[in-house]
C-alpha cells in the first residue's frame, strides 16, 4: 500500500495578530507580519490593511525646525492646555489656534508636570529647560471689556481670580494682546477678587479694541537648586517636585508644601525636601506602585525607599535609594522614553531594548521583561535621539525622529480579558512628539512648526502613504519537502479607487525565486460584494471598532474574493506582499493562501 503524502498545515491564513523581526521569516507564524512591512495596522478584527493618514491641526508650518517640547495639561478647573515649544517660543492652544506664552527662549526642550498650590487652592503647571531656572504658570486666560491707564477689565462675571490668576505671588503681571498682535505686558497690585485689576501700568498707547486675550504671565524662578544645577528634567510625585541633570549625579526634592523649597532638617522630617547621590549622571524619573524610580548614566536603575521611625517625640523619615539589578546599558535613555502602563513601568534602554518593569519589590530580583524583542533588529538599528513616548487607550507610541519611524506597541484582550499585547509594523509619521488634543492623538511635526491629527483620512497631508504588508514564509510546517500550487486566494476589503498590488515570491528547488505580480482592483465588480447591513457597533459583522473607541477600519468599502492563478509546481516555501503607495487608497484583508499540497517530485537540484 502507498504512504501517503503529508498534508501541509494552514494553506488559509485568516487572522493577522502581530509583527515580527528577529526570527527568520520562514520560522515565523504565517499569521505574522515581518520585515519591510510599513505604514500598514492589525485592527481589532485581526485583518491588516493600509493605516490611516494625518492632517494638518492649524495653520502650516513657516520655521524648519522641529516641535521639541510638548505638554497637554487638564487643569483642575476643568481647562484643556495642549502646549508646544519650538524656534524659541512656547505655545498654548485656545480658541482653534496657538498663542505665544512666552518667546525668546534659548532651550525648547521643555519637560513639564502640574502641582498643587495650596494658598491659591489652583494646581499649577511647572517646567524645566535644561538651564538653573523652572517656570510656572497658572493657566489663567480671560478677554478684554476695556482697559484705563491704570486698570483693566475682563468681560463675564467671574473675577481674575476665578479664572486662576494669581493673588500672592510678587511681582504679578499679565499680558494683553494688542489689535495688532502684539502682547503687551504689566504688573498689577490689586483687583483679583473683582472684575477689574488695579495698579497696572499705562498700556493705553497700544490699540485695545475689546475682546483681546489675557493671559497670566509666566514666572520664571532662577537658581532652583544652584547657580551651576542645571535641571534637565522633573516630575512631581505626592506634590514633591523631583529634579534630576544629565550632568550631576544628585537628584533633589521639594517640600510636598512648597516646590521651591528643597531644604530638609536632621533628622528628616516626613513631607520634607531631600537629596540623592546616584553612580551616575540623572536620566529620567518614573514611578512604579508608590515606588519612586530613578534612571542613571547607562547602567543604573535605582527605587527610592522611605522609612519612617521615632527619634524621641518627633517621627522621622529616612530616604535612600536601592539598586535594581540589571545589567549593562538597561538604564533609560530619556525621560521622554519612560511611560507608565498599568501596573507597569516601560522605557527605552541605552542598548536599544525597550524594557518594561513589573515589580521592584525585589530589587536584586525584579520582573523586568525585554518588550521589544520580537523586533529586537529594528530597535537595534533604530536612532532614539530626541524621541517619545506616550501610552493612550490600547496603545504605546514611540517616535524616533533621527530614523523617521514610529512604533506602536498595543494590547487586546483575549477571552479571559487579558492583555496580550503585541507590535505593529513600523510607521512613517513625521513626529516627533505625541499630543492628546481633544481626546485624539496628535503628533508634534519633527520638520517643522507644525501639528498634526493622525490616522484621519488616508493620505499624509495631501501626500501618498506607501503601505506594504508583508507576510512570514509559509511552508505548511514541512521544510525539506516540496510543493505545489496553481491557486492563490486572498478575501479582504477595498475602495473602488484603490488598486492593490500583489506579489508571490517562491523558492524553488534550485535556490531561484520565482514572483508572480497581481493586481486586485477595486473597480473589479466580478470579485466585490456589499453589505446592506448598518455599520455601527453591534452590528458590524467584523468588529472593526477598537474596543479604545478609535475607528481603525472600515466595513463601509465593499468586500472581495479573488482567485489568481500562479501554476508553480515545486517550490519550498513563498511569502506574501501586499502594497500600495498612492493618495486615499483604502484596503484590508481578511484572510489569504493558497490551495498548495505536497508534490511527488524529488528534492533533487540541492542534494549534495
Not at 487607550?393 to 525622529?401: D, H, L, Q, V
Not at 456589499?530 to 481603525?552: A, E, F, K, R, W
Amino acid at each position: 500500500m502507498a504512504q501517503s503524502l503529508p498534508k501541509p498545515s494552514q494553506p488559509i491564513v485568516s487572522q493577522f495578530i502581530s509583527y515580527a523581526t528577529k526570527p527568520d521569516p520562514s520560522n515565523t507564524d504565517v499569521r505574522f507580519l515581518v520585515a519591510k512591512s510599513q505604514n500598514v495596522i492589525i485592527n481589532d478584527s485581526e485583518k491588516v490593511g493600509n493605516r490611516q493618514g494625518f492632517t494638518l491641526q492649524s495653520i502650516a508650518g513657516t520655521t524648519g525646525n522641529p516641535v521639541l517640547g510638548s505638554f497637554e495639561w487638564s487643569d483642575s478647573s476643568g481647562d484643556n492646555w495642549p502646549l508646544r515649544a519650538h524656534d524659541a517660543v512656547l505655545e498654548f492652544f485656545i480658541n482653534g489656534n496657538w498663542e505665544t506664552l512666552m518667546d525668546s527662549l534659548t532651550s525648547v526642550s521643555l519637560i513639564f508636570d502640574a502641582y498643587w498650590d495650596d494658598t491659591e487652592k489652583i494646581d499649577r503647571l511647572i517646567w524645566c529647560d535644561g538651564s538653573v531656572n523652572d517656570y510656572d504658570w497658572s493657566g489663567a486666560t480671560a478677554k478684554l471689556s476695556s482697559i484705563t491707564a491704570t486698570t483693566v477689565t475682563l468681560q463675564g462675571t467671574n473675577t481674575f481670580g476665578q479664572q486662576r490668576f494669581l493673588t500672592t505671588a510678587s511681582p504679578r503681571a499679565i499680558r494683553i494682546k494688542d489689535d495688532n498682535g502684539v502682547w503687551r505686558r504689566t504688573v498689577y497690585t490689586d483687583g483679583e477678587s473683582t472684575t477689574t485689576l488695579t495698579g497696572l501700568s499705562d498700556l493705553t498707547a497700544f490699540p485695545f479694541s475689546g475682546g483681546n486675550l489675557i493671559v497670566q504671565e509666566v514666572i520664571t524662578r532662577t537658581n532652583v537648586i544652584s547657580a551651576t544645577y542645571l535641571i534637565d528634567f522633573l516630575q512631581v510625585i505626592d506634590n514633591q517636585l523631583w529634579v534630576g541633570s544629565r550632568t550631576n549625579n544628585a537628584m533633589y526634592f521639594s517640600k510636598n508644601t512648597s516646590v521651591t523649597d528643597f531644604s530638609f532638617s536632621s533628622p528628616r522630617v516626613p513631607g520634607e525636601g531631600g537629596k540623592l547621590t546616584l553612580d551616575g549622571p540623572g536620566r529620567g524619573i518614573g514611578v512604579l506602585k508608590g515606588d519612586v524610580i530613578l534612571f542613571a548614566g547607562t547602567d543604573f536603575v535605582y527605587k527610592s525607599v522611605f522609612n519612617q521611625l521615632q527619634v524621641g517625640s518627633t517621627l522621622a523619615e529616612t530616604i535612600k535609594v536601592v539598586m535594581i539589578k540589571t545589567t549593562s546599558r538597561q538604564s533609560a535613555i530619556h525621560h521622554n522614553l519612560i511611560c507608565n502602563i498599568g501596573n507597569g513601568l516601560v522605557w527605552i534602554g541605552a542598548d536599544n531594548v525597550m524594557y518594561e518593569l513589573i515589580d521592584a519589590t525585589l530589587a536584586y530580583n525584579p520582573d523586568l521583561r525585554m518588550v521589544s524583542d520580537p523586533i529586537k533588529p529594528d530597535f537595534i538599528a533604530t536612532d532614539f535621539t530626541g524621541g517619545h513616548m506616550m501610552f493612550d487607550k490600547t496603545r504605546i507610541y514611540i517616535s524616533a525622529p533621527k530614523s523617521s519611524l514610529d512604533y506602536i506597541y498595543e494590547f487586546r484582550l483575549n477571552d479571559k480579558a487579558q492583555r496580550e499585547w503585541f507590535w505593529q509594523p513600523p510607521q512613517t509619521f513625521p513626529v516627533q512628539r505625541w499630543a492628546i488634543i481633544s481626546g485624539v492623538i496628535h503628533g508634534h511635526s519633527s520638520a517643522t512648526n507644525e501639528t498634526y491629527k493622525l490616522f484621519d483620512g488616508y493620505n499624509d497631508n495631501g501626500k501618498a502613504i506607501h503601505s506594504v504588508a508583508l507576510l512570514a514564509r509559509w511552508n505548511g510546517g514541512i521544510r525539506d519537502m516540496l510543493k505545489g500550487c496553481d491557486e492563490m486566494f486572498n478575501e479582504g476589503q477595498i475602495s473602488a479607487n484603490t488598486t492593490l498590488m500583489v506579489s508571490y515570491a517562491f523558492d524553488k528547488d534550485g535556490g531561484e525565486n520565482e514572483t508572480f505580480v497581481k493586481q486586485i482592483k477595486g473597480t473589479n465588480e466580478d470579485i466585490l460584494y456589499t453589505s446592506s447591513q448598518d455599520p455601527t457597533l453591534g452590528n458590524i459583522p467584523d468588529g472593526d471598532i477598537s474596543l479604545s473607541g478609535d475607528v481603525v477600519a472600515t466595513n463601509t468599502i465593499p468586500r472581495f474574493r479573488i482567485i489568481h492563478e500562479v501554476n508553480v509546481e515545486e517550490f519550498f516555501d513563498y511569502g506574501t506582499l501586499f502594497e500600495t503607495n498612492d493618495i486615499d487608497y483604502q484596503w484590508q484583508i481578511l484572510a489569504t493562501g493558497s490551495n498548495s499540497r505536497v508534490t511527488e517530485n524529488k528534492v533533487t537540484a540541492i542534494k549534495n
